[in-house]
């Protein structure tokens, strides 16, 4: 891997998530995995193992990488050894997403993510006839 020197004058960033990856400099490989279950309720009842990850097949079914139908072949050059940026804002990185500044071999990302919204149903409204 061709390496070269990143210079950063200025980076402002917030926030950065769980299995995130925040990088200034070359990396070799990156491999960041996120696995979110997110359960909102309306009134915050909730009881001991009540939502595990065993739970959802969406957890554990194997994910297969794309095929690629052609052969890839890239030829850089690059004229400076240098990386130099002035100014990075970046103000939140998601679950399993890389901001990096440098060079890389090899990246891989995944996120599964889980949803469950629990709220009340109203009566409905039938406008004053039963």
């Known amino acids: 891997?061709?390496?070269?020197?990143?210079?950063?004058?200025?980076l402002d960033v917030i926030s950065v998530d769980t299995?995130?990856?925040?990088q200034i400099?070359?990396?070799?490989?990156?491999?960041?995995?996120?696995?979110?279950?997110?359960?909102?309720?309306?009134?915050?009842?909730?009881?001991?193992?009540?939502?595990?990850?065993?739970?959802?097949s969406v957890f554990s079914v194997p994910l297969t990488p794309p095929s690629l139908s052609e052969p890839?072949?890239?030829?850089?050059?690059?004229?400076c050894p240098y990386i130099f940026i002035q100014?990075?804002?970046?103000?939140?990185?998601?679950?399993?997403?890389v901001v990096h500044l440098g060079s890389n071999e090899s990246i891989t990302l995944?996120?599964?993510i889980v949803n469950i919204r629990h709220i009340f149903q109203d009566e409905p409204n039938t406008g004053g006839r039963r």
């Open 87 to 97: 100014k990075v804002e970046v103000p939140f990185v998601a679950g399993a997403s």
């Open 25 to 56: 400099g070359d990396s070799q490989q990156i491999d960041a995995v996120s696995n979110i279950l997110a359960v909102q309720r309306e009134q915050a009842i909730f009881y001991e193992n009540e939502f595990m990850f065993e739970d959802y």
């Open 1 to 10: 891997m061709y390496r070269r020197t990143s210079h950063v004058h200025k």
């Open 110 to 112: 995944e996120t599964r």
């Open 19 to 22: 299995s995130s990856v925040l």
């Open 72 to 79: 890839i072949c890239i030829d850089t050059f690059h004229d």
